[in-house]
């Protein structure tokens, strides 16, 4: 509904709306795909574990959706509606709901009634501990957004509007006086213009030919150089677009695909708005999901998030890790993702030669 009030039916710059979707689709769709990579695990005695709330979380959340598909649409709605409320079926499928009402409590515990998920309406309330309840920040970004589009608006669609009377084509038709007083003469003279004008802007050749009483001319001031009024709309429809990634966090460099200092953009993405995002999950799954005494006892949801490409990527950094005696093998894998082992080889400290300060400080490395 926000962008159906955003169409001005009665004025012709009202296609600058397609602006304000390009922009917000562009960088939710970019932020969702990121987080329907990540992995949920169930942390548990050290292990992970995968069990129903892993397949529901990372598999199928319910009949009729993948993982990917289902965090895709969440976070689409957070950032649209700046909350998502999840619920819990009888069958335990995870739903999104479309629609609610959120009924705040001082003292007691929250409710949720009149929720309504795909046309069905349920009929009882849901609890604040029986749901999940996610939101993106504590101001909704859509006045910002409309805001700041209300002026980029206003200027894509004053260079339109310039670009059109630039490049307009002007022409007159000089019509003798006999001919301009006969209503018969005038009526097919005017088919004949149209006609005229229809070939003139569509076919790249068009031949004109000369009427008794009848001249055409044409006055026509532009540059015949499109290329400066493309480059001026693409500035301000980047220009909103760069606004709107700011607001949410994402590098415009990711956006455009552009190569230099990827990597550090990448690690920035990954801090401060992926990694944050993926808490509000966590919190919401291990305050919902998981028993207090459990969770202090070192259960927890973790989420693996893609941070690099392959293992081997950041296999050097791992030999560092390990030959300097930081980090032995098990600790390593905990926090590359994988599960701990156990053997004695992984819990051993080593270090290389060169970081020893003499041959027999620590055991490990090459021995004298």
């Not at 709330?53 to 319910?62: A, D, M, S």
């Not at 001082?106 to 029986?130: I, N, P």
């Not at 460099?253 to 509000?280: C, H, R, W």
């Amino acid at each position: 509904m926000e962008f159906l009030f955003d169409f001005d039916i009665f004025e012709e710059t009202s296609n600058r709306i397609q602006m304000k979707k390009l922009a917000i689709n562009t960088c939710v769709s970019f932020l969702a795909r990121t987080i329907a990579q990540s992995e949920f695990r169930l942390k548990k005695n050290g292990k992970y574990q995968k069990d129903e709330l892993y397949y529901r979380l990372n598999v199928r959340p319910n009949k009729n959706q993948t993982a990917s598909t289902f965090w895709q649409t969440a976070v689409d709605k957070l950032i649209h509606e700046n909350e998502c409320l999840i619920i819990q079926a009888d069958d335990e499928d995870l739903l999104i709901a479309d629609s609610f009402s959120h009924n705040e409590y001082a003292v007691l515990e929250d409710t949720f009634s009149q929720v309504v998920v795909k046309g069905y309406e349920f009929k009882r309330s849901f609890k604040q501990s029986e749901v999940m309840h996610l939101r993106y920040t504590n101001e909704n970004l859509t006045p910002l957004i409309d805001s700041l589009y209300k002026d980029y608006g206003d200027l894509f669609g004053r260079i339109l509007g310039s670009q059109k009377r630039k490049n307009q084509i002007r022409s007159t038709v000089n019509v003798d006086a006999n001919t301009s007083k006969n209503k018969e003469s005038m009526s097919k003279l005017q088919d004949f213009i149209n006609k005229m004008y229809g070939a003139i802007g569509e076919k790249e050749v068009a031949i004109v030919p000369q009427q008794p009483g009848f001249e055409y001319k044409e006055h026509y001031s532009g540059s015949g150089n499109g290329i400066q009024s493309v480059d001026e709309i693409n500035k301000v429809t980047d220009g909103f677009l760069d606004k709107v990634a700011m607001a949410i966090g994402i590098p415009t460099g990711l956006l455009y695909g552009e190569m230099a200092d990827i990597s550090g953009e990448m690690q920035n993405y990954l801090t401060f708005t992926v990694k944050p995002f993926l808490k509000k999950i966590k919190d919401e799954v291990n305050a919902k999901f998981i028993e207090k005494d459990e969770y202090l006892n070192g259960t927890h949801l973790d989420a693996k998030v893609v941070s690099y490409q392959s293992i081997f990527d950041i296999a050097e950094s791992i030999d560092k890790l390990i030959s300097s005696g930081v980090f032995n093998g098990d600790e390593i894998r905990e926090e590359t993702g994988y599960d701990i082992t156990g053997d004695e080889i992984h819990k051993k400290y080593f270090m290389t030669k060169n970081y020893q300060e003499s041959s027999e400080a620590l055991k490990g490395g090459e021995n004298e």
